[in-house]
């Protein structure tokens, strides 16, 4: 029973910090903001976080993770397929996540933290996946075109809610 409790308040917390992140720059985020904002005390805060900085990269890991999880699916399905479409790696499972969640990954991908930015984490991503499907060492010219091409891909279809 203390673990259903303690998933919804965290994910009360979550909607609530995004809500805020919507009004307002991440830097006047303060705990006690968060906390007024989501009726618990600062101290059940502290049980799930140790600041608002865990709690902006447990989100971008959220995303980061289901991404990672659909382009393993779509690669693995690729392999079966003598033809290769970069359009293919957006299947609909993923265009549905990121027009669903869509306000929410443009609010996360402004946090600038550095190596674990989502941009940063996603582009990772992106090459990772391009490295593992051409073989291709994630120095190659040929791979940062790919991986820019897939990040260009994203921000159109945040920006449009169309694959182009």
């Not at 303690?6 to 909607?15: A, G, N, P, S, V």
């Amino acid at each position: 029973m203390g673990d259903l409790r303690f998933e919804r308040t965290d994910e009360m917390l979550q909607i609530y910090f995004m809500k805020l992140l919507a009004e307002m720059p991440f830097e006047q985020i303060s705990v006690s903001k968060l906390a007024k904002a989501s009726k618990i005390d600062r101290t059940t805060f502290y049980a799930h976080y140790e600041n608002t900085y865990q709690l902006a990269e447990q989100l971008i890991d959220q995303h980061i993770d289901f991404i990672e999880r659909v382009l393993k699916e779509s690669s693995a399905q690729q392999q079966y397929d003598s033809r290769f479409d970069s359009y293919d790696y957006f299947n609909a499972e993923l265009m549905s996540y990121l027009l669903k969640n869509r306000l929410e990954i443009q609010h996360l991908r402004q946090l600038n933290f550095g190596l674990n930015s989502f941009n940063v984490k996603l582009r990772d991503l992106f090459a990772t996946a391009y490295s593992r499907v051409f073989h291709l060492a994630k120095e190659e010219f040929s791979q940062y075109i790919l991986t820019t091409l897939a990040m260009s891909n994203f921000d159109f279809i945040l920006e449009k809610q169309r694959v182009p």
